[in-house]
């Protein structure tokens, strides 16, 4: 369970213990040897067929199912399941305002322990793991690789983001997650699995835009990092509030100001979700209160998953 305002590479690295119950993809069983194991979640030209949709522009016109086509007049497209490899790629958000929590942990902290949790499950399964770890200003890019050289790279890429940490400011939030989301789209390889863990602060129309087309050829999860405290207010506390570098007198005792906040913090949630099921986008939201660990076996347990198979 992540603790504390700082990393710990070495609590990073023993975390691929935990990532043994942990299954991102189900099993097949492989066609060649260079098949790879993990049955893609993406959807392509390939072996198994699994439905018929309307066109989309940029949808291989050699896939059309003409017959569908002339019986309703519009183009359709058959849609195959693939089998094969796939790249794994982690952004990490170490940006400012990552750098606050109110419980165990900083959400930066929740952030990397859950990015280590994820890329050590991908290595067990054999797939190229490679990530991106940003702040507000740069990033720095771990080419996927199936090799535990790259994770390790990449586990001292946040490490060494999160010790030059500055302290939060909402105030001037950085729009840099937008940054990404384009950055993504030119170096994630069409079929990767995306995982972007952030709290997603500054995100806009911009970045949701592009996000929308990350999405079209890759499958993309965002793991939502958050604190309690972001949606509300506690009800006792010091009467002056101070992001480092300024002071602001505040009155907890104000109810009207907590129910304010709380609402302008749901109103923000909500929007953030809706925008990702817009764009297709599966969302998990994970606090600094919670165990993390815990919360991805409940999405990608393997108990869990060889239970939804059997009911399959």
């Not at 952030?111 to 797939?127: H, I, T």
């Not at 009467?239 to 304010?260: A, C, H, M």
């Amino acid at each position: 369970m992540a603790k504390g305002a700082k990393t710990d590479l070495a609590s990073l690295i023993r975390l691929r213990f935990g990532a043994v119950r942990l299954n991102l993809f189900a099993k097949r069983r492989a066609q060649s040897v260079l098949a790879g194991t993990a049955g893609s979640h993406f959807r392509g030209r390939g072996l198994d067929f699994e439905e018929v949709r309307h066109y989309q522009a940029g949808d291989d016109t050699r896939a059309i199912d003409w017959r569908v086509t002339a019986r309703t007049g519009t183009a359709h497209t058959k849609l195959f399941r693939e089998e094969k490899e796939r790249p794994v790629f982690l952004a990490i958000d170490q940006r400012r305002s990552m750098a606050f929590g109110s419980q165990r942990c900083f959400k930066s902290v929740q952030a990397a322990e859950v990015a280590a949790l994820l890329g050590w499950a991908a290595l067990r399964q054999s797939d190229r793991i490679g990530g991106l770890v940003f702040n507000d200003q740069q990033h720095e890019e771990v080419r996927p690789q199936r090799s535990q050289h790259a994770i390790l790279q990449l586990l001292r890429q946040i490490d060494q983001f999160n010790s030059d940490l500055p302290r939060a400011d909402y105030a001037n939030c950085s729009q840099q997650i937008n940054s990404i989301a384009l950055e993504l789209r030119q170096i994630a390889r069409h079929g990767s699995a995306v995982f972007i863990v952030s709290d997603f602060y500054g995100l806009d129309k911009t970045g949701v835009k592009q996000l929308y087309q990350l999405k079209r050829h890759n499958d993309v999860t965002a793991i939502v990092i958050s604190d309690p405290m972001e949606y509300q207010l506690p009800v006792k506390g010091g009467s002056v509030v101070t992001n480092g570098e300024q002071r602001f007198p505040i009155d907890l005792s104000n109810k009207n100001l907590r129910k304010e906040f709380a609402r302008q913090a749901m109103m923000r949630r909500d929007a953030l979700k809706q925008d990702f099921i817009q764009c297709g986008i599966p969302s998990i939201e994970i606090s600094t209160k919670d165990d993390g660990q815990a919360v991805l076996e409940q999405f990608y347990g393997k108990r869990r998953r060889c239970s939804l198979g059997a009911r399959a």
